[in-house]
């Protein structure tokens, strides 16, 4: 069974700071990662995907995989209310092409 | 910009009711995908397609079947729909075999089973 853990939050944190979002995975096969953003009622909306092992940078996001550790994680410098939403987290296989997807982290910014 | 479009976005049925809910993609995606998401359960797979007239079953798939006749449809069924399929339902299209294979979703349907 092809695993992504994500911790569901809420995480609260005040306008300004760094939020930090962690996902690990357990199929040593997944090669590429996928942060999306959910607002409530919305679709899923992609913010960024990783596939080399480090650090990778857009705009106020930055997306760290460690394949040894098996984890991913997003930082949000910044943050503003507006970055309010859930957190998907997702692992690509090649095989079949698919997504398995976390369960979501919920970010509060609070103003 | 890639438009992924579902037939419904609020549907209301009765038990034993077939169900279809259609979803239409306008960028040649070869990949198309059912999901079922539930507040605690996450996006969970049900079926998925990589070409016309093909399909896989994902991890769920019990209870629905899918149709995808031409390359820009996609079609998820409830032969009998139950309670217990109330969801939220979410396609989303995907180019084939990247690494960088992002799926593009639809609004999604929100279903209700009575």
């Known amino acids: 069974q092809k695993e992504v853990e994500q911790n569901s939050g809420p995480l609260s944190v005040p306008e300004g700071a760094i939020a930090s979002l962690n996902c690990t995975y357990s199929d040593r096969g997944s090669q590429s990662f996928f942060w999306y953003r959910q607002y409530s009622g919305k679709s899923p909306e992609l913010i960024m995907f990783?596939?080399?092992?480090g650090d990778k940078e857009d705009g106020r996001f930055t997306a760290q995989l460690n394949k040894a550790s098996q984890y991913v994680s997003l930082l949000i410098r910044d943050s503003q209310p507006s970055d309010s939403a859930t957190y998907l987290c997702a692992a690509h296989h090649n095989a079949g092409n698919m997504l398995t997807f976390g369960g979501g982290t919920r970010l509060m910014v609070k103003p | 910009d890639v438009k992924v479009t579902q037939s419904s976005r609020y549907l209301v049925k009765r038990t034993g009711e077939k169900v279809f809910l259609e979803c239409v993609q306008d960028m040649d995606h070869e990949n198309m995908f059912w999901y079922r998401q539930d507040p605690g359960l996450g996006l969970r797979l049900i079926y998925f397609s990589y070409d016309v007239k093909m399909k896989e079953k994902g991890d769920i798939p019990e209870g629905y079947s899918v149709s995808r006749e031409k390359k820009e449809r996609f079609s998820l069924i409830l032969e009998s729909a139950s309670t217990n399929q109330t969801s939220m339902y979410l396609c989303?299209?995907?180019?084939?075999?990247?690494?960088?294979?992002?799926?593009?979703f639809g609004p999604g349907t929100r279903l209700t089973v009575l």
């Open positions: 990783i596939y080399s092992n």
């Open positions: 989303a299209s995907s180019q084939s075999y990247r690494l960088d294979g992002e799926q593009f």
